[in-house]
C-alpha cells in the first residue's frame, strides 16, 4: 500500500541495510517498510495492517494523521503561511503562545513564560539546564536514577543509562544521580536521602543549581514516582533554594492523565520542559515554560535554526483544543483502565512469573524480573500485528501507550493481542 | 495579510513580550508580525512585502514554500502517508535514503553510510563528536577560532563565540580551539602552527580524536577557508590519524555553489554533518555522513524522537531534484556575481571606511572594522524592506545569503536596496 | 624558652599576622608560639608547657623529637650522607626498604611494592588514584562521605568537606561520594545502596577504577566503618573489579593499635597510602604500596623532586623498630582504654547534652549535636595547657590523638585537663 | 664508603628491584647506591667520586650538607627545637619568615605575603592556582608549551608533557596551553598570538583567571624567555586583568643569577612559586608568595600536614645568608661563563652536528636535533664520574646544572669530563 506521491520502485529493508547507519534501531524490532498511518493504526507496504500502542514513544498523543489538525495544516501549506522562520514573530506562532496560554495556563494558574528552545526534546532540556545554572551561579544538577532525558552531551549528563551515557565518549560531568523514589525498595526514604547530602557540608555535594525530574520514568522502566514524594521534594528544592525542573516530555499533554503529569500532585515547578506531543501531529517542537522571574536570559543567549517550526505551532495549537473539553481527561482514564485490567489479568493468570504492573493513565508496564520475557512479548505481539516496544535500562518492561485518541474497540483489539502474545511467551514459563 | 486559517484575533508584536521569553532575538531585529511567504519575499500581517536576504539561516536555499516541494508535501499528506516514525523504515525514508545516494552521493563518487541523528544540525554535530570519540577511542577534538556548531553543550565546547559559551553556565571540556584560516594574517602559517602543537610531545595537546571545520564560517564572519589549506589540513588529519569532520550545516547545500562546500577542495571528510537546507522546504532535518569503516554505532546508542519526521524526507528528497540539473549550480554562481559586484561597489564607493568584502557563492558579507556599521545597515534594510542580518561574534559583518532559487530581479532589488541603505549608513561617515 | 640556635629577637604572634597568608590556621586556634618539645610535650616562648593531644595531626605517633630516632638522625647529618637524592638509589633508602620490607610486610604476609610518591599524603593519594586509573582504564573513583585525602585537585576531588572543594576554584569531576557505615543511620546498608548503584545499568553510575577508603575518617569527625562493613565492601570490590585503595595516611601506623588499621578487618587493599608518622620524627615523607600485579607504572610517570628525603628514610626506618616490639600495640590499647574511660565519663556526667563517644585506638573523639561545644572544650583545654583540636565538617567533634608513646602520668594529667574543660563547658549547659 | 649509621648489611641495586615500583626512574640513569655526599660531590658504596652537575635537579643550589647549615641544623635538633608544628606558629618559622623579609623582600622593595602551601613545589603551584581562581571567579588559566609545574592533578593540567598529562588517567581540565617564547620560531611573535585568542570574543578561549610561567623552562629543554617578552606577557596580563604567576620553584634562589629569575626583566608577578632549593639543605619546603591585596584566603581553605617543616625553617634561613653577600650573584655568573665556554667549544668543534647551546647563569643546555645524542652523552659522563641529566620531553638536551657552590676546579673538571663525553659520542658522528 504506497503513497501515491512516491514514483519511485518499492523500497525493501535491504535498503536501510545498506544505505543507513549500523544505530538504527526501532526498525530491527518492527522489521518491515510502513507507508501509511491513522489514529492508532499504521499499514506496511504489503497492507499489513497493525494496531500502534506505542505512538511514536509518546510523540502521537492526538494519533497519526489527526484529522482535525491535518485540516489545518493543510489549508496552512495551501495558503502558503510561513513555514521557517527561526526566532521571528509570526502569526502561527502568536496564535501558538496566545491558544497555549488561553487554553493551559491559564485555567491552571499557571504563570510561564515559554521559550521555544529548539525542536526537540534534549533542546528543551539543554534549555533548562542553562538557564537553572545561569540563574543560581552553580552548576550541578541532581538528576534520578533511571532518568532519560536526552542525547546530547548536557542531557545525557543528567540521563543514568550506562550504555548511552558511554555513548558519549568523553566524562559527563557537573551531576549527580540520586535515587527516585522507591529506588531503595519500598521502606528506604529516599528523599531523607537526599536531604542528608544537601544538609551535610561533609557529603561532598556540593549545593546544586537545579534537579531534574521525569514523574513518570518513561524510558527507564514506568517508574511512577508517588505524589508525596514529589511534594517532599519540591519542599527540599524550596528549602534549599535549589530550582525544580519537570521534564514532561514524554508524560506531559495528557500520557496520564491530565495536562502536566505533576499537576495532582500539587507542585509547582521552577521550569517545565515539553516536546513530543506538544507538536500535535508527530512534528519536532519543543517548549521551556519558565517561571517569569527565571527569565534573565540575554537575547539569543540560547538559539536554534529550527526553533520557529510553524507547521509545527499550527498543530499544535490545534491539537490543543482538545483540552477545552472536560471530557478528554476522562476518556484517557477510562482506557488507561482498560489497559490496567489487561496488565492485572495477566499477571493474575501466571502468578509463578515474578512481575509488577506499573503506571498511570495511558503509560502502562508490565516489569518482569527475570530473562527477556519482557522483549519477547513485544516480538509476539509484532507477530499479531501489534506494535509495542520494551522499556527499562535492561528492556525488562513491556510498555504500553498508544494514542489517547484510540478508538475503544481498537484498543480492545489490541490489548487481546497483547494477553495472546503474553500467553504464547508466558505459558511456557510455568 | 493573515493567514485564513487562523481564526484567531490579529497577533500583535506586544504578545511576543508578554508571553514569549527574553530569548527570543531575531524578532527584535526585524520588528513586525510574518504572515506569509513565497521563494525570496515575505508579507507581515500588515501586508508589508519584504525582499529576504536571510533565508532562514541558510535554511531556506529553494526558498520559501517552494512550489514543487509543497505539491508532494500535500499529496502526502493528504493521503496519510507516515508522519512520524522514530527510525522505524518507511517508504518515505526509503526514498530519501535511495534519492540522495543516486543524485547526490553516487555522481561524486562518495561512500558514506547516512545516519539520522535527530532534527537539528546540533543533534548532527553531537553525533559527530560522539562518533569520533567511539572510533579512536581519544577525547580531545580540535575546533577553530570564531566556529559555530550549536548550543547543545558537545556542539557549545566547539563552538568558540565567547558569549554563547558563558551561556553553558558550567566550563566546556575536551576540546581545543585552534586558529583559523589567515585567523592571525596572510603571513602566518596557522597549518604549521597546529602541527607544531601536534609533533611536539610537550605542547600540551593530547592527540586528538577529530578536528571539526566549517569551510566557510556563516555565524563566525563569513570566514572562508582556502582550499589549499583545507588540503592541508586534511592531510595533517590522515598523517596523524585525526578524523575531518566538516559541517556543511549552513554552507552545504549549494549555498557555496556545489552541494558539498568542500568538493572543489579535493578533500573527503570522514563524516560530514548536513541540515538547515536539507530539509528543503525549511522542515527540521539533519544528516549525519559517515565512511562506512567509521559505522561502528551500536544499534540506538545515539538515538532521538524526531529522526523520523517523514514530512522532511519527502521534501528533501523534492529539493534534492534540483542538483540533477547541471544548471543549478551555474545559476548559483551567477546571483553570487550579483552580489559580490554591489558589495565591491560598496567598497570602493567608501574608500575610507574600512571594510573587506568577504564570502563564497551566495553567502556574501561585509566587514566593517569599527563600530556597528553592520547594524546600521541591516537596520536601513529593514526600514527597506530587506531581511539581512549581521554575523560575526561582534556583528561586524553585513551578510547577504538568498534563497538560490531567487528570482534575478528579485535579487537586484534587494541588492539595489542594500546598496541605498549602505549609502545612507556609510554617507555620513566620511 | 628560646632555641639557643636562633640568634635572632624574639619572635611575637604578631610578626606571623604581619607576613604569612590569611590561610594559616592552626596558630589562630592555639595562639603562642611554640619552640620546643619532647615526647607528648611542648613549650612556648615564654616557657609555658602544654601537653600535646594533637600530635602533628596525626604525624607525631612516636613523639616529638624521639630520642632514638633523633640519634641516628643527628648521626646520618653528621656523617654526610646523603640528604637529598631524587629517586636515586641510596643507602638510607635500601635501608628503609630492607627494613619496611623486614618488619612491616614479611611478619604480615603482605606482598606489596613500595612507591615513593613525593614526601606528603596528597601525593601519595594523587599516585594512586593515577595507578587506579592506569590499571582499570576507568576514570571515575568512588569516594565517601565526610573524606579528607588531601589538597591538590586530584585529592581533593575525592574529599567530602564543601568549604574545602570550594577552594578548588574549579569543579571536581570523576568522583562519586557514596554513604561511609552508618552515613544513613544504623539501620540503612549502605554497602547494599552502593551494589545497586553498581548493578543497576541505569544508575547513572559508571563503572569505577577504584573506591578509596579512610577506615576511620579523621579529618570527617572519628567516623568508623566497622569490620564487616569494610569487608562486605572489599567483597563488593572483588565482586565488581574495582580497585580498593585505604588511605591509612592518618589512621595507618598504629594509630588506630595495629601497624595498618585495616589489619584486624581480614580485607587486603590493592593500594595502600601511607604518611604523616611514616617519617617517624615528623619529616616529610610517604610511600605508596602496590599490589606487584598493579606495577604498571613506566619509570617517571608520576615523580617528584622530594621522593628522596634521606633524612625520612632514616628516620621512618628508626621507628619501624617499634613495631619488632610486640608489646607496643598493648601499649597503645591500653593508652586507648584511658582516653575512652575519660569521654565515657564526660558523657555520663552530662546526660542532658547530646554526644557520642567515638573512635579506636589512640583515635577517640566526642561528637556534639548541638553549637560549637567542641570547639568551647578545645578552647578550655588550651587555657589548662592541653592542645587538643576539634574534626568534623563542622568542627563539632573533640578529638584525642596524643603521641602512642605518650607516658601513662602525662596521658592522665592530659586527661584530668580535659575533664575540667568538659566540666567548664558542659557545667554551663545544663 | 657506608654510613656508619647504617648496620645494616651492605645495599645492593638488586634490592630496590625487587622491592621498589617501576616507577623509579633516575636510579636508571644513575646505576649505582649512594651513601654520602659534599657539596658538588658524591660517593657510592663502592668508595667511587661522582661530580654533580645535576644538584637534585636545582635542589641543591647551596650544595650537598652545607656545612655553615649543617651546623645550624644539628644544633637544632640536638636542643629539640620543634620539628613539625603544622602551621603553628614557632620560633623557627618565625625566624625564616623575618629573614626572608629582612634579606630578599626588602632589599628588592617586593611586598608580598608568604604561604607555606605544603612542602613541595606542586604544592606551591596548586596553591596559586587555587588563589588565583578564587580571587577572579574565573576557571582557565593559560600555560605554556613545555611547561613543567608538577604531578597532581592541578599542577599537571598546566603541565605540557604529553607522557606526564596521560599518567593522569582522566581527562585535565581549565586550562589552556600557549606558545612559550619562540614556540614558533624567532620570527613568530607569540604574545601578538596570544592577545588576538584575548582579544577576539570569537577564539573559543574564555578570560583565564592566571597565566603560569617558567621563565626559563627546565625540564621543558632549557627554554629561556626572553626579558622583553616576559615584560610584554605581564603588560598583556595587566592589560586584561589576568594574574601572573611565575613558578621559580626550579629557576629561582639563584639558578639564573639573582635570586629571582625574573629580577631583570623588571616584571612584578602577581603570585610567586618558591621550592626546590628554598629548603637550603635538600630538604622538602615551598613557599608561595602572594601579594597583599591577592591575600582573601579563608583560615585553612589550603591546608597541609608538612607546612609547618621546621627543619626546613632553620636550613632556609641559613642559606639566605647567601644572599646578604653581594659578591654571591657574581660568582653564579662567573661558573655560568665557564659553562657556556665549554659548551660553545663543544659546537664549535662539531659543526656538522645540529646543537644549540641554551640556558641562563648555572642552568645551561645544549639541545641536539637528532637521535639520542643527549642521552648518551650523558651516559658518557656517567663513566667518567659526572652525574648530568636530559632535559626536553624528548630528552634532547643534555643539562648543566651543579651546585651554585662548586669550587671553581671541581666545576672545571666536571666539565672537562664532559667535553670528553661530547668527544666520544660527537666522534662517532662525522
Same mark, same amino acid.
Given at each position: 500500500?504506497?503513497?501515491?506521491?512516491?514514483?519511485?520502485?518499492?523500497?525493501?529493508?535491504?535498503?536501510?541495510?545498506?544505505?543507513?547507519?549500523?544505530?538504527?534501531?526501532?526498525?530491527?524490532?518492527?522489521?518491515?517498510?510502513?507507508?501509511?498511518?491513522?489514529?492508532?493504526?499504521?499499514?506496511?507496504?504489503?497492507?499489513?495492517?497493525?494496531?500502534?500502542?506505542?505512538?511514536?514513544?509518546?510523540?502521537?498523543?492526538?494519533?497519526?494523521?489527526?484529522?482535525?489538525?491535518?485540516?489545518?495544516?493543510?489549508?496552512?501549506?495551501?495558503?502558503?503561511?510561513?513555514?521557517?522562520?527561526?526566532?521571528?514573530?509570526?502569526?502561527?506562532?502568536?496564535?501558538?503562545?496566545?491558544?497555549?496560554?488561553?487554553?493551559?495556563?491559564?485555567?491552571?494558574?499557571?504563570?510561564?513564560?515559554?521559550?521555544?528552545?529548539?525542536?526537540?526534546?534534549?533542546?528543551?532540556?539543554?534549555?533548562?539546564?542553562?538557564?537553572?545554572?545561569?540563574?543560581?551561579?552553580?552548576?550541578?544538577?541532581?538528576?534520578?536514577?533511571?532518568?532519560?532525558?536526552?542525547?546530547?552531551?548536557?542531557?545525557?549528563?543528567?540521563?543514568?543509562?550506562?550504555?548511552?551515557?558511554?555513548?558519549?565518549?568523553?566524562?559527563?560531568?557537573?551531576?549527580?544521580?540520586?535515587?527516585?523514589?522507591?529506588?531503595?525498595?519500598? !521502606?528506604?526514604?529516599? &528523599?531523607?536521602?537526599?536531604?542528608?547530602? %544537601?544538609?551535610? *557540608?561533609?557529603? /561532598?555535594?556540593? @549545593? =546544586?543549581? +537545579?534537579?531534574?525530574?521525569?514523574?513518570?520514568?518513561?524510558?527507564?522502566?514506568?517508574?511512577?514516582?508517588?505524589?508525596?514524594?514529589?511534594?517532599?521534594?519540591?519542599?527540599?528544592?524550596?528549602?534549599?533554594?535549589?530550582?525544580?525542573?519537570?521534564?514532561?516530555?514524554?508524560?506531559?499533554?495528557?500520557?496520564?492523565?491530565?495536562?502536566?503529569?505533576? !499537576?495532582?500532585?500539587? &507542585?509547582?515547578?521552577?521550569?517545565?520542559? %515539553?516536546?513530543? *506531543?506538544?507538536? /500535535?501531529?508527530? @512534528? =519536532?517542537? +519543543?517548549?521551556?515554560?519558565?517561571?517569569?522571574?527565571?527569565?534573565?536570559?540575554?537575547?539569543?543567549?540560547?538559539?536554534?535554526?529550527?526553533?520557529?517550526?510553524?507547521?509545527?505551532?499550527?498543530?499544535?495549537?490545534?491539537?490543543?483544543?482538545?483540552?477545552?473539553?472536560?471530557?478528554?481527561?476522562?476518556?484517557?482514564?477510562?482506557?488507561?483502565?482498560?489497559?490496567?485490567?489487561?496488565?492485572?489479568?495477566?499477571?493474575?493468570?501466571?502468578?509463578?512469573?515474578?512481575?509488577?504492573?506499573?503506571?498511570?493513565?495511558?503509560?502502562?508496564?508490565?516489569?518482569?524480573?527475570?530473562?527477556?520475557?519482557?522483549?519477547?512479548?513485544?516480538?509476539?505481539?509484532?507477530?499479531?500485528?501489534?506494535?509495542?516496544?520494551?522499556?527499562?535500562?535492561?528492556?525488562?518492561?513491556?510498555?504500553?501507550?498508544?494514542?489517547?485518541?484510540?478508538?475503544?474497540?481498537?484498543?480492545?483489539?489490541?490489548?487481546?493481542?497483547?494477553?495472546?502474545?503474553?500467553?504464547?511467551?508466558?505459558?511456557?514459563?510455568?
Amino acid at each position: 500500500m504506497s503513497v501515491n506521491v512516491l514514483d519511485k520502485p518499492s523500497i525493501k529493508l535491504e535498503l536501510f541495510e545498506k544505505l543507513e547507519s549500523e544505530v538504527r534501531s526501532y526498525c530491527r524490532s518492527f522489521p518491515t517498510v510502513f507507508s501509511k498511518a491513522k489514529n492508532a493504526k499504521m499499514w506496511d507496504l504489503d497492507g499489513k495492517e497493525y494496531i500502534d500502542f506505542f505512538a511514536g514513544a509518546g510523540s502521537l498523543n492526538y494519533g497519526h494523521n489527526n484529522e482535525r489538525i491535518k485540516q489545518k495544516l493543510v489549508n496552512y501549506i495551501m495558503e502558503d503561511g510561513i513555514t521557517h522562520s527561526l526566532d521571528m514573530a509570526t502569526e502561527a506562532k502568536g496564535h501558538l503562545l496566545n491558544t497555549f496560554h488561553e487554553v493551559i495556563l491559564k485555567p491552571r494558574k499557571m504563570d510561564y513564560k515559554v521559550m521555544f528552545p529548539g525542536p526537540t526534546g534534549t533542546n528543551s532540556v539543554e534549555s533548562a539546564l542553562k538557564l537553572a545554572r545561569k540563574v543560581t551561579g552553580r552548576e550541578t544538577v541532581l538528576s534520578f536514577t533511571n532518568a532519560f532525558h536526552g542525547m546530547t552531551l548536557g542531557s545525557l549528563a543528567v540521563t543514568g543509562n550506562k550504555f548511552k551515557r558511554q555513548g558519549a565518549g568523553v566524562p559527563l560531568h557537573h551531576t549527580v544521580s540520586m535515587p527516585f523514589c522507591r529506588y531503595h525498595g519500598d !521502606e528506604a526514604d529516599t &528523599i531523607a536521602y537526599i536531604e542528608k547530602y %544537601l544538609e551535610d *557540608s561533609g557529603s /561532598g555535594l556540593s @549545593l =546544586p543549581a +537545579a534537579m531534574i525530574l521525569e514523574t513518570v520514568q518513561g524510558e527507564g522502566g514506568v517508574n511512577v514516582a508517588s505524589f508525596s514524594w514529589m511534594k517532599k521534594l519540591s519542599e527540599l528544592c524550596k528549602k534549599y533554594g535549589i530550582l525544580l525542573i519537570v521534564d514532561d516530555v514524554q508524560v506531559g499533554c495528557g500520557r496520564t492523565g491530565p495536562f502536566f503529569s505533576f !499537576e495532582e500532585a500539587g &507542585i509547582e515547578p521552577d521550569i517545565i520542559c %515539553l516536546s513530543k *506531543s506538544i507538536g /500535535g501531529y508527530g @512534528l =519536532p517542537l +519543543a517548549l521551556t515554560l519558565l517561571k517569569p522571574e527565571l527569565d534573565i536570559w540575554e537575547p539569543g543567549e540560547h538559539n536554534g535554526t529550527f526553533r520557529g517550526n510553524n507547521l509545527g505551532f499550527i498543530a499544535a495549537a490545534e491539537a490543543l483544543s482538545y483540552w477545552e473539553e472536560a471530557s478528554f481527561q476522562k476518556e484517557i482514564e477510562k482506557r488507561g483502565s482498560l489497559i490496567e485490567e489487561t496488565m492485572n489479568g495477566i499477571q493474575q493468570k501466571y502468578p509463578n512469573v515474578a512481575m509488577e504492573v506499573r503506571g498511570k493513565g495511558m503509560m502502562m508496564g508490565i516489569a518482569f524480573e527475570e530473562g527477556d520475557l519482557a522483549g519477547e512479548i513485544c516480538k509476539a505481539c509484532f507477530d499479531r500485528g501489534l506494535i509495542m516496544e520494551t522499556a527499562g535500562t535492561d528492556s525488562e518492561v513491556a510498555k504500553v501507550m498508544p494514542a489517547l485518541t484510540i478508538e475503544i474497540d481498537v484498543l480492545k483489539e489490541g490489548l487481546a493481542r497483547l494477553a495472546d502474545a503474553a500467553d504464547q511467551v508466558l505459558g511456557n514459563q510455568s
